[in-house]
């Protein structure tokens, strides 16, 4: 399943409601979550044991946001590749 997160702060109870395999897109103010801090740390350690994460690359760019900034696991797409993604899975959720 992609599950699709654009809202900040994202609650650990929501990345529970994920399966193995799945993949979240952080896009709009979700990719504040991204960025390096113990807080952030812990959330996306605990979660990427089990999913994919990719991040919007325009969005952090309009965020001002560094690539280096951000956990070296998650991978960034364009703005072609969230097609790419619905394609991949079949079921998809927007935490809006």
């Known amino acids: 399943m992609l599950h699709i997160y654009n809202q ?3 609650s650990e109870s ?3 409601q994920t ?5 979240i897109l952080f896009t709009d103010n979700a990719v504040y979550a991204l960025q390096q801090s113990e807080t952030a ?3 996306i350690h605990n979660t990427l044991k089990h999913i994919n994460l990719c991040a919007s690359k325009a969005d952090l760019l309009m965020r001002n946001i560094a690539l280096k900034d951000i956990f070296k696991e998650v991978a960034i797409i364009d703005d ?3 097609v790419l ?3 991949d899975n079949p079921a998809v959720k927007s935490w809006n």
């Open 8 to 10: 900040f702060p994202i």
């Open 14 to 16: 929501t990345l529970t």
């Open 19 to 23: 399966s193995a395999g799945d993949t």
């Open 41 to 43: 740390r812990r959330l």
């Open 80 to 82: 072609v590749e969230p």
């Open 85 to 87: 993604l619905t394609d």
